[in-house]
Structure formats: C-alpha cells, structure tokens
C-alpha cells in the first residue's frame, strides 16, 4: 500500500520560501517501471491543480507556467522523499498542497489531471501574506 505524508507547509511573507516534503512508502513497480509524482494544490471553490511533476526515476518534469523559477521539485530515492522548494512565494500560491503519484510511464512536460492520480497524502497548508 503506497502511503504519502507531506510537512513543510506554513505561513510566510510574500518573498519568502518554504520547502515541502513528502514522505513516500509503498512503492511497488510494474511493468510500467515507473511513476509519476507530483504536487498539486487546491484553495476553497477551486480545482485542484498540478503544480510541478517528476518521474521517480526518470529525468520527466514539469512546471505549471506560473511558478517556473520559483519552484524546483526534487526526489531522493534513498530517502523515499519527494520535494518541492518554493522561493520568491506569492499570496497567489496560497493553496493547500498535495502529494501525489500513480504508476505510468513519464517523460515530463505535463501532469497529469488530479483524477488521475492514484496516491495521494492529506496535504499541508502554504499560506502567504502579503
């Protein structure tokens, strides 16, 4: 049973950083031999949105238009723990973030839409005040 639990979320200023991590355990590869894994992010009356996507353990990635260079997503395998670091943060970027991943092949440029995704963790609250 795959299990995510992220922590890091906070409150800061706008300008300010945070790094979110995710806890993965549970893994299981298939024949896909990979997965994709991303963050996502969801405020009140909003869907939820792919942030930033990985591959586990192929170079795949992307980036939602409005946080590229703000925000670098990361995963180390040693440690089971998928990253998202986010700098120069805006009260835009409010928004509970999620963990997420489900076993597909991955090439990057995209994530996938949220029903999509397999695995999720309970999410952590980002606020940031202007």
């Known amino acids: 049973q795959v299990q995510m639990a992220e922590s890091g979320g906070g409150l800061v200023q706008a300008g300010g950083s945070l790094r979110l991590s995710c806890a993965v355990s549970?893994?299981?590869?298939?024949?896909?031999?990979?997965?994709?894994m991303g963050w996502f992010r969801q405020t009140p009356g909003k869907e939820r949105e792919g942030v930033s996507c990985?591959?586990?353990?192929?170079?795949?990635?992307y980036y939602k238009e409005d946080v590229k260079g703000r925000f670098t997503i990361s995963r180390d395998i040693a440690k089971n723990t998928l990253s998202l670091e986010m700098n120069n943060l805006k009260p835009e970027d409010t928004a509970t973030y999620y963990c997420a991943a489900m076993p597909y092949p991955y090439s990057g440029g995209y994530c996938p839409g949220p029903k999509r995704m397999t695995y999720w963790g309970k999410g952590t609250l980002v606020t940031i005040s202007s």
């Open positions: 990985i591959g586990w353990i192929g170079k795949g990635i």
């Open positions: 549970g893994l299981v590869f298939d024949e896909n031999g990979e997965y994709i």
